[in-house]
């Protein structure tokens, strides 16, 4: 075997002692995570005495209609705030990155407020205007969910802008001007030349608002009503009360879908991003 | 960049949607929330402006058995949780980012994605997570406890399980626990950057490592570590799930406190009087992070 | 252990080679010694290995095998800052975040002096380098001549036994390039230390350097000072790499007692070597451009016809470009007289070339 090479002064990596302390953290972020995904195949009543390898908790999952209404409550709404928020925080995106305009460093401002204010102040502040406008209580589902989605929205738009805005950076002007000495009109350079260079910048900024929304507690928890239940909501109501398997098992599938589809599209940004000849 | 009376059409058209929704549902809120904190609550349903400071006064409520400040206390303490939090978060999250940005090319975004993950988890599965491990009956005791009775400590007498769970440790180690993945980005991105023969100048130059690190790496990261300090801070500060699911009675924080107020103790002024609070803190917070930028550029001009 | 003895050079390479985990090898066993008191020169294309080479003896890499040895004690496992060496890097690496004088002060400060001493000792260093004024400005403010200057004096502040300077001269722009070569030699002659030098730019090395050592692909090519590089280099690599020069091919015809005849596809050439090859063997003739004579013969010298093709004005001197008989063309240096003679051949006209044979070299 080749003798290892001697470690140069700046490769910390290569120290041991580096080493073992990445190798806490990630123990540290990791095992309570795989603790509980393990506990969801117990065959027991309770989650922190393994009894035996099983998937009743699954099954038992598929009893609660509560959390899976829960459930389907939180895929929709998250669905309908990605459109929105996508759509919203792209076109100020670009409006931020090709025009200069009196009060654009006002709105940029105000646009990172919601990213750094207190969750808790934006779901009191919302739930408060919710209520002073007397918006309807007892509308038919979905449309149950709209004051939910207008506050998801509202909070997860300026994150779409900063990521697409951080994509737009890298744009080379040439492109465009090289269109338009072709031909092209404004509509037709943005469909043809923009917007496919966006698009891997449109991934990432729909799965954080994906991803906001379907983990958030705080907000929804102040907008949301007993027949709204979302299935962060749902579980932390559970959570207080007893420890059951069936979280778990929930926590697991979330887990899951979240991890996959992540990668996926962290797989898919280095792949659009690299083909398109930035980095 | 051109200026939007080019294309005035376009740019109307780009931007209305985000300043609609902007002030319709982020500033008017806001704004009511200012006036409902100027209100009184005659009952449990209704709330009627006028304009009063009750709500304000009332933050400067004191216990009558103890003389203590409740609410004043109650900030104070998630002033201090949250910079213990932040601290925590920076000393682990610095060297995590100097490993990622160190290692070899190849190495990096699998790294990256291996710390970040965590974050991309739902906050309350990982807190649940957390309770999991805390709880007297929990796995870190029941590890613990195994380790114990099976090695020579057995001969101390029968393992005492820490009780964990519902303390401000507890409260602490779970803000940082989710925290932690958030703050190594930018710090990374940061260390990345970073042109490297500065390093190597200031060992060149006969300095160690620690040295090199707090008086060449640091201040050279300082914008990156302020950020990360700051998107760390405000949340911790505010938090709500983490304090409740993990502090229990014995540690509330702020947040706990106000999300009280709108639902058992029924006192919306108040409550919209102590998230303004909240709203206040942070905009200081903001402001500090800006003047301190703003001083650092001055500086250069003045020694020119 | 360290036996020190006065024939023993200052600084030592011992069989040092530098494998990198890709499996490239940069530095390939290479044994080099240099004195205590000259400017050394690693001259070669870029992926050589000279700059390894360099960063090794800093401590900034570690070898994979070998020693180095610096004023008689071993370095080879000693940490950068403990090492009595100090480098000026490429980009100059001032510290933007500290002024002039702080940048100055960093290293005296980690050597524990007093207060006073370092402001002394950082006046003295600005003087040197002529940047007196400058003490209290940001890096930023400074060009980037006055930045390279600054870390000159940073390093030379703690009085190394070496400076190391890497690519000295590759950012700045010609006119200061000049100021600075010349600065640079002065300097080094003040402070009496030896300079090591890694450049790409031959005119650099040949300019300021005693003793130049040419590396490609991780070794040593040829060492020598510049004027033996020049006039007997030992490959068609030095010959090319160090100025220009012009390439016949052929074989050997004969082997005299000092010279060598060659026959080549546009004519036999008589030319002195170095080495002695064998008849048969293949060789180049060489001859740099500056050692033709145009249509001005002597009737003992090597004689080639050309075609004159195209010619660049240099203001002191001009290149032309020659086709000789079977296509090949070469580089002609022609002085431009200061009584305005006219002597560049005109476009097409047939040339003649001539040279003598100690004016050639013989390459294998």
Not at chain 2, 3 to 8: I, M, N, T, Y
Not at chain 3, 41 to 58: E, H, Q, Y
Not at chain 3, 148 to 166: E, G, N, S
Not at chain 3, 266 to 273: E, F, K, P, S, T
């Given at each position: 075997?080749?003798?290892?090479?001697?470690?140069?002064?700046?490769?910390?990596?290569?120290?041991?002692?580096?080493?073992?302390?990445?190798?806490?953290?990630?123990?540290?972020?990791?095992?309570?995570?795989?603790?509980?995904?393990?506990?969801?195949?117990?065959?027991?009543?309770?989650?922190?005495?393994?009894?035996?390898?099983?998937?009743?908790?699954?099954?038992?999952?598929?009893?609660?209609?509560?959390?899976l209404d829960a459930l389907g409550n939180s895929l929709v709404i998250a669905f309908v705030t990605t459109v929105l928020a996508t759509t919203i925080g792209t076109m100020l995106a670009i409006a931020l990155w090709?025009?200069?305009?009196?009060?654009?460093?006002?709105?940029?401002?105000?646009?990172?407020?919601p990213i750094v204010i207190p969750e808790i102040c934006m779901g009191v502040a919302i739930m408060i205007f919710f209520n002073a406008i007397n918006w309807p209580k007892n509308l038919p589902w979905p449309f149950?969910?709209?004051?939910?989605?207008?506050?998801?929205?509202?909070?997860?738009?300026?994150?779409?802008?900063?990521?697409?805005?951080?994509?737009?950076?890298?744009?080379?002007?040439?492109?465009?001007?090289?269109?338009?000495?072709?031909?092209?009109?404004?509509?037709?350079?943005?469909?043809?030349?923009?917007?496919?260079?966006?698009?891997?910048?449109?991934?990432?900024?729909?799965?954080?608002?994906?991803?906001?929304?379907?983990?958030?507690?705080?907000?929804?928890?102040?907008?949301?009503?007993?027949?709204?239940?979302?299935?962060?909501?749902?579980?932390?109501?559970?959570?207080?009360?007893?420890?059951?398997?069936?979280?778990?098992?929930?926590?697991?599938?979330?887990?899951?879908?979240?991890?996959?589809?992540?990668?996926?599209?962290?797989?898919?940004?280095?792949?659009?991003?690299?083909?398109?000849?930035?980095? | 960049?051109?200026?939007?009376?080019?294309?005035?059409?376009?740019?109307?058209?780009?931007?209305?949607?985000?300043?609609?929704?902007?002030?319709?549902?982020?500033?008017?809120?806001?704004?009511?929330?200012?006036?409902?904190?100027?209100?009184?609550?005659?009952?449990?349903?209704?709330?009627?402006?006028?304009?009063?400071?009750?709500?304000?006064?009332?933050?400067?409520?004191?216990?009558?058995?103890?003389?203590?400040?409740?609410?004043?206390?109650?900030?104070?303490?998630?002033?201090?949780?949250?910079?213990?939090?932040?601290?925590?978060?920076?000393?682990?999250?610095?060297?995590?980012?100097?490993?990622?940005?160190?290692?070899?090319?190849?190495?990096?975004?699998?790294?990256?994605?291996?710390?970040?993950?965590?974050?991309?988890?739902?906050?309350?599965?990982?807190?649940?997570?957390?309770?999991?491990?805390?709880?007297?009956?929990?796995?870190?005791?029941?590890?613990?406890?195994?380790?114990?009775?099976?090695?020579?400590?057995?001969?101390?007498?029968?393992?005492?399980?820490?009780?964990?769970?519902?303390?401000?440790?507890?409260?602490?180690?779970?803000?940082?626990?989710?925290?932690?993945?958030?703050?190594?980005?930018?710090?990374?991105?940061?260390?990345?950057?970073?042109?490297?023969?500065?390093?190597?100048?200031?060992?060149?130059?006969?300095?160690?490592?620690?040295?090199?690190?707090?008086?060449?790496?640091?201040?050279?990261?300082?914008?990156?570590?302020?950020?990360?300090?700051i998107i760390t801070f405000i949340p911790a500060f505010g938090a709500l799930v983490t304090p409740d699911l993990l502090g229990g009675v014995n540690s509330q924080m702020i947040g706990n406190i106000i999300e009280?107020?709108?639902?058992?103790?029924?006192?919306?002024?108040?409550?919209?009087?102590?998230?303004?609070?909240?709203?206040?803190?942070?905009?200081?917070?903001?402001?500090?992070?800006?003047?301190?930028?703003?001083?650092?550029?001055?500086?250069?001009?003045?020694?020119? | 252990?360290?036996?020190?003895?006065?024939?023993?050079?200052?600084?030592?390479?011992?069989?040092?080679?530098?494998?990198?985990?890709?499996?490239?090898?940069?530095?390939?066993?290479?044994?080099?010694?240099?004195?205590?008191?000259?400017?050394?020169?690693?001259?070669?294309?870029?992926?050589?290995?000279?700059?390894?080479?360099?960063?090794?003896?800093?401590?900034?890499?570690?070898?994979?095998?070998?020693?180095?040895?610096?004023?008689?004690?071993?370095?080879?496992?000693?940490?950068?800052?403990?090492?009595?060496?100090?480098?000026?890097?490429?980009?100059?690496?001032?510290?933007?975040?500290?002024?002039?004088?702080?940048?100055?002060?960093?290293?005296?400060?980690?050597?524990?002096?007093?207060?006073?001493?370092?402001?002394?000792?950082?006046?003295?260093?600005?003087?040197?380098?002529?940047?007196?004024?400058?003490?209290?400005?940001?890096?930023?403010?400074?060009?980037?001549?006055?930045?390279?200057?600054?870390?000159?004096?940073?390093?030379?502040?703690?009085?190394?036994?070496?400076?190391?300077?890497?690519?000295?001269?590759?950012?700045?722009?010609?006119?200061?390039?000049?100021?600075?070569?010349?600065?640079?030699?002065?300097?080094?002659?003040?402070?009496?230390?030896?300079?090591?030098?890694?450049?790409?730019?031959?005119?650099?090395?040949?300019?300021?350097?005693?003793?130049?050592?040419?590396?490609?692909?991780?070794?040593?090519?040829?060492?020598?000072?510049?004027?033996?590089?020049?006039?007997?280099?030992?490959?068609?690599?030095?010959?090319?790499?160090?100025?220009?020069?012009?390439?016949?091919?052929?074989?050997?015809?004969?082997?005299?007692?000092?010279?060598?005849?060659?026959?080549?596809?546009?004519?036999?050439?008589?030319?002195?070597?170095?080495?002695?090859?064998?008849?048969?063997?293949?060789?180049?003739?060489?001859?740099?451009?500056?050692?033709?004579?145009?249509?001005?013969?002597?009737?003992?010298?090597?004689?080639?016809?050309?075609?004159?093709?195209?010619?660049?004005?240099?203001?002191?001197?001009?290149?032309?470009?020659?086709?000789?008989?079977?296509?090949?063309?070469?580089?002609?240096?022609?002085?431009?007289?200061?009584?305005?003679?006219?002597?560049?051949?005109?476009?097409?006209?047939?040339?003649?070339?001539?040279?003598?044979?100690?004016?050639?070299?013989?390459?294998?």
């Amino acid at each position: 075997m080749k003798p290892k090479a001697p470690i140069s002064p700046l490769e910390y990596t290569r120290r041991w002692w580096m080493r073992t302390l990445v190798a806490v953290v990630l123990v540290f972020l990791y095992m309570p995570i795989f603790a509980m995904m393990l506990f969801s195949f117990n065959d027991s009543k309770r989650t922190v005495v393994w009894e035996g390898f099983s998937l009743q908790p699954y099954r038992d999952l598929l009893q609660q209609q509560t959390l899976l209404d829960a459930l389907g409550n939180s895929l929709v709404i998250a669905f309908v705030t990605t459109v929105l928020a996508t759509t919203i925080g792209t076109m100020l995106a670009i409006a931020l990155w090709r025009f200069s305009f009196r009060g654009k460093a006002v709105l940029e401002a105000l646009n990172g407020l919601p990213i750094v204010i207190p969750e808790i102040c934006m779901g009191v502040a919302i739930m408060i205007f919710f209520n002073a406008i007397n918006w309807p209580k007892n509308l038919p589902w979905p449309f149950s969910l709209t004051s939910i989605i207008i506050a998801h929205t509202a909070f997860c738009f300026p994150f779409v802008t900063l990521v697409v805005r951080a994509r737009l950076a890298g744009f080379d002007r040439s492109l465009e001007e090289a269109a338009t000495d072709l031909g092209a009109s404004t509509w037709q350079v943005y469909r043809d030349i923009i917007l496919p260079y966006l698009k891997p910048g449109l991934i990432a900024g729909a799965l954080l608002a994906m991803t906001l929304s379907l983990d958030d507690f705080v907000i929804t928890f102040f907008t949301s009503s007993p027949e709204t239940l979302t299935f962060p909501v749902k579980i932390y109501s559970q959570v207080r009360m007893s420890v059951k398997p069936y979280i778990n098992a929930a926590s697991t599938i979330l887990i899951l879908v979240t991890v996959a589809v992540t990668v996926a599209a962290a797989w898919y940004y280095q792949r659009a991003a690299s083909r398109n000849g930035q980095k | 960049m051109e200026s939007w009376k080019r294309q005035p059409r376009l740019f109307s058209l780009l931007i209305s949607p985000a300043i609609i929704w902007l002030t319709l549902f982020f500033i008017i809120p806001l704004g009511f929330m200012v006036g409902l904190s100027l209100s009184v609550q005659p009952d449990a349903t209704h709330t009627v402006f006028t304009g009063t400071l009750e709500s304000y006064y009332g933050i400067l409520d004191r216990n009558p058995d103890t003389g203590d400040y409740i609410y004043i206390g109650v900030i104070l303490k998630s002033l201090m949780i949250a910079a213990i939090v932040t601290f925590f978060c920076l000393a682990l999250g610095y060297p995590v980012a100097l490993a990622i940005a160190f290692a070899p090319a190849k190495w990096r975004p699998i790294l990256l994605l291996l710390v970040i993950l965590p974050f991309w988890t739902n906050l309350l599965i990982r807190t649940y997570a957390l309770m999991s491990v805390f709880r007297v009956n929990g796995f870190f005791n029941n590890i613990l406890a195994w380790v114990w009775n099976h090695s020579r400590f057995m001969l101390l007498g029968t393992y005492q399980p820490f009780d964990l769970l519902y303390t401000n440790t507890a409260v602490i180690v779970g803000l940082v626990y989710i925290h932690l993945p958030f703050m190594v980005l930018p710090l990374y991105t940061a260390v990345e950057k970073l042109d490297r023969s500065y390093l190597e100048a200031s060992l060149d130059l006969g300095a160690g490592h620690w040295r090199t690190f707090f008086k060449v790496m640091v201040p050279l990261t300082l914008p990156a570590i302020m950020a990360g300090g700051i998107i760390t801070f405000i949340p911790a500060f505010g938090a709500l799930v983490t304090p409740d699911l993990l502090g229990g009675v014995n540690s509330q924080m702020i947040g706990n406190i106000i999300e009280r107020q709108f639902k058992a103790a029924n006192n919306w002024p108040f409550g919209a009087a102590l998230s303004l609070i909240l709203v206040y803190i942070t905009f200081i917070l903001l402001a500090l992070q800006s003047w301190m930028a703003s001083r650092r550029a001055k500086l250069d001009d003045i020694r020119r | 252990m360290n036996t020190v003895t006065s024939t023993q050079p200052f600084i030592r390479f011992d069989k040092v080679r530098k494998e990198f985990p890709n499996g490239t090898i940069a530095v390939n066993d290479l044994s080099l010694d240099i004195s205590g008191n000259e400017f050394f020169a690693l001259l070669g294309p870029s992926g050589c290995g000279k700059t390894t080479l360099l960063r090794m003896l800093s401590g900034l890499e570690m070898p994979t095998s070998g020693r180095i040895w610096v004023d008689g004690q071993d370095i080879t496992d000693w940490q950068p800052q403990r090492r009595p060496l100090n480098m000026v890097f490429q980009s100059y690496a001032v510290f933007p975040h500290m002024t002039v004088g702080e940048n100055i002060a960093y290293g005296l400060k980690i050597e524990g002096r007093g207060r006073a001493e370092i402001a002394d000792e950082v006046k003295k260093a600005l003087a040197q380098v002529q940047l007196s004024d400058k003490i209290d400005r940001m890096p930023h403010q400074l060009s980037g001549g006055q930045r390279q200057r600054v870390a000159l004096a940073r390093a030379l502040v703690l009085k190394p036994k070496v400076l190391l300077l890497d690519e000295p001269l590759s950012a700045l722009d010609k006119r200061l390039r000049e100021d600075m070569q010349l600065g640079l030699i002065h300097l080094r002659n003040e402070v009496g230390i030896t300079f090591i030098m890694v450049t790409h730019d031959q005119e650099e090395a040949m300019s300021m350097a005693s003793r130049i050592a040419v590396m490609d692909k991780g070794s040593i090519v040829q060492l020598g000072t510049p004027r033996e590089l020049y006039d007997t280099p030992n490959s068609r690599f030095v010959a090319d790499f160090l100025g220009s020069i012009n390439l016949i091919e052929g074989t050997v015809q004969a082997v005299n007692d000092k010279s060598v005849v060659v026959d080549t596809a546009v004519g036999r050439y008589i030319n002195m070597a170095d080495f002695t090859p064998a008849v048969g063997d293949k060789v180049f003739l060489g001859i740099r451009p500056e050692m033709f004579e145009v249509n001005d013969h002597d009737p003992d010298e090597n004689r080639i016809e050309g075609t004159a093709l195209e010619t660049a004005y240099y203001g002191d001197y001009s290149l032309s470009l020659v086709r000789l008989a079977n296509g090949q063309t070469v580089k002609v240096f022609i002085e431009n007289d200061v009584d305005g003679r006219n002597k560049q051949p005109a476009y097409g006209s047939n040339v003649r070339l001539s040279w003598s044979a100690t004016c050639g070299v013989l390459l294998p």
